[in-house]
């Protein structure tokens, strides 16, 4: 005989108000009682665990007790930051610390710190604004005396832009990236400490869209600016950050209750407050070993940083500086001269010294290209030993380093 399904059947008979429902009830006494909510289906009917309706005022509930699970999460979502004791408990933050083989010395409490902007927590007790200003002063220091005792013929904007490179926002956002950490979507109290907090600036969604308020630059911080000034060399090293970047004032369009800063920048607090911490609990050396393992092991090929409008000029010009002859150019070798891919190999000559060598398709391209080379050479100098400024402590006699007159003025 065929069974039958007794409940299938009588859904026929029983009226919506007092049939079972197979996706409201639960399957166990356990699973009714973890739940605590009401359960939401899309049928009009009443479910028959939901109670009766009460017309009766209930009186007010006291706030939970801060011994409680409730409390003490109550207490947590009141606060801007986690509080330092849950550091302890953090398997991200005990992995990061494991990651960039910190040493024990420096506390997780102080890495935790690291990873509070000042956007997400203004008391400077808790965020890093001040661990963050001393790590980029250093990382300032070290990242020029490294570029300039290492090439002392650059010219003043490639050492910005080699500044940036190593030590700029961008470069310390993917530093960050790399190191694993992870930006919590709303800083909070009940937020892991291992994820960067902070209030993001101009966040878009998938489709690129801004669905945060937009910040713009309206003025500029460097007096005179009215006047409309040329900007040389000079100002920039005087007026402009250690990158030679003009800082201007932001304005956010749009209503906001907090101080926004963009990720980029909320990354880059983070590596200098990590900086500024390992310089403090574990001292110089050891922050000096950070910074070449961290920042001054990225690769970075100066020689494609140079741009010279008219290298021929550029180089005679400074040739005349030195008291060498005129350059000379000379073809060393050629191939297919009528053909339509033909291929010249031009040197750049100053009396019989051979200072560059170029290719192209034509005798100009092949002499621009060798003044261009001749050039690099030039700036591109490195001293056989490197020495730096820094490295002379605990009574060690510093060395002065050679000095370069300065790049070529037209």
Known sequence: MKPLCLLRWSGTVLSPRTRPSLLTRPCCIHQYLSFPYPLRTQSTAASIFEEEPNDAPQAEQPPPSPDTPLGKRTKLLSMPSPPPPRAQRSAKLAALHARLALSPQLPIETLA???IDSTADPDPRFNNSSLSLLGSSLLSYYTSEAILCRFPRLPTEVVFAAMSAYSGPKALGSITREWGVEVAAEPGGEVDPGYLQCRRLETKDS???PTGPVVKEVGK???????GWRIGMSSRTVYDNQFGEEVKERVVE???KHKLIPLEEACANFVNALMGAV????????AKVFFNEHVMSRYLDVA??????????????????????????RVH???GRKSRHPVFVVGVYTGKMLLGEGSGSSLVEAKTRAAVD????????????????????NGKKWEPLMIDGGEVVV
């Open 113 to 115: 710190r690291c990873l």
């Open 304 to 329: 494609r940083m140079f741009q010279f409008p008219q290298p021929t000029r550029d180089l005679a010009k400074l040739l005349a500086r030195e008291g060498f002859a005129s350059p000379t150019a």
């Open 333 to 335: 070798s050629e191939t």
């Open 221 to 227: 911080i460097r007096p005179n600016a009215a006047k």
């Open 279 to 286: 310089y403090l609990h574990l001292g110089r050396r050891a």
């Open 254 to 256: 749009g209503e906001t």
């Open 374 to 393: 001749a050039l690099k050479k030039w700036y591109c100098y490195q001293p056989p030993e490197v020495r730096v400024p820094s490295d002379a402590v």
């Open 207 to 209: 489709s690129g869209n």
